[in-house]
């Protein structure tokens, strides 16, 4: 009679977990994205030799992870000056940089916080960099497949954006694998080499889209695009002109105390403080 029971209990179990999966899978609907600008609260300097590919915000500090050969860094940042407070090169030893067997230097990307300990990644070198908060001293490296260009932590998971529309989520402690799921918008998976910085806040990752000027938000749980922030008016015809073509709109971070984003693009001169909110008409 028990084990009978038990074998009910489990064929009633799977059953009802069946019917809950089609049940859901009938009433799913595609999210049709909220439109979004983001409102300027403040603008601040931003040093306009940062290719910045990773931001974030911590205890009244921003850290900041940029990128290209040679000139990779890990930062902390002043909000108001744009003072950078301490600078860690990113780059390889010399040895490995000269000879036959030379490698090509580092290329930081993404940043994350996660218990203290900065995770940097690098964009096609499969090293992730952790940092202690406080010193920048190294304290370890995880390797992982695939490129590496935006990172996040939501308390729980870390979130990992690599050139393709999935994202990864990754144990916090270990860097491991978890699961990948992709990025949808109104039921299409989102084109490969969009998503890059990112920046966890609640249910939502935020993703710059590379070499645009917008941000998703995208819902951690199910992937989907539920907001598109567009920031193209952000900077002036004339601050657009002054710039390369490849100093587009990165960094994202969100600061908890007041609700706030700070967001900049790779080599802008300015940083701004916004909140987004709806586009009107
Ligand atoms: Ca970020």
């Avoid at 909000?79 to 780059?91: A, D, I, T």
């Avoid at 499969?126 to 001293?137: H, I, M, P, Q, S």
């Avoid at 699961?179 to 990112?198: D, P, R, S, Y």
Wanted: proline fraction near 5%; charged fraction near 20%.
């Amino acid at each position: 009679m028990t084990a009978r029971l038990a074998r009910l209990t489990i064929l009633l179990s799977s059953t009802l977990l069946a019917l809950g999966a089609v049940a859901q899978a009938q009433s799913f609907s595609f999210a049709t994205p909220a439109r979004l600008v983001p409102q300027v609260l403040a603008t601040y300097p931003h040093d306009p030799q940062a290719f910045t590919q990773g931001l974030l915000w911590h205890d009244g500090v921003l850290y900041e992870s940029t990128g290209l050969r040679g000139q990779s860094s890990l930062r902390r940042v002043d909000l108001q000056s744009g003072e950078v407070l301490e600078r860690r090169p990113v780059s390889r030893p010399a040895e490995q940089l000269s000879g036959p067997n030379a490698l090509p230097d580092y290329f930081a990307e993404g940043l994350a916080l996660v218990d203290g300990r900065l995770i940097q990644l690098t964009w096609t070198e499969g090293e992730a960099f952790v940092y202690d908060l406080a010193t920048f001293e190294r304290l370890d490296t995880y390797t992982y497949e695939g490129e590496g260009w935006g990172l996040c932590y939501d308390g729980r998971y870390l979130y990992h954006s690599d050139g393709t529309p999935y994202l990864s989520l990754r144990d916090p402690q270990t860097f491991e694998l978890i699961v990948k799921f992709a990025v949808t918008i109104q039921g299409q998976t989102l084109a490969a080499n969009l998503l890059n910085e990112l920046e966890c806040v609640g249910d939502l990752v935020y993703g710059n889209l590379w070499q645009t000027d917008f941000i998703v938000q995208i819902d951690k749980r199910d992937g989907q695009v539920v907001g598109i922030i567009d920031a193209r008016e952000l900077l002036t015809a004339e601050e657009r002109a002054a710039l390369s073509p490849n100093a587009v709109l990165n960094g994202i971070a969100h600061n908890p105390e007041t609700d706030t984003f700070y967001i900049t693009g790779k080599l802008w001169p300015k940083l701004y403080e916004v909140r987004f909110v709806p586009m009107s008409g």
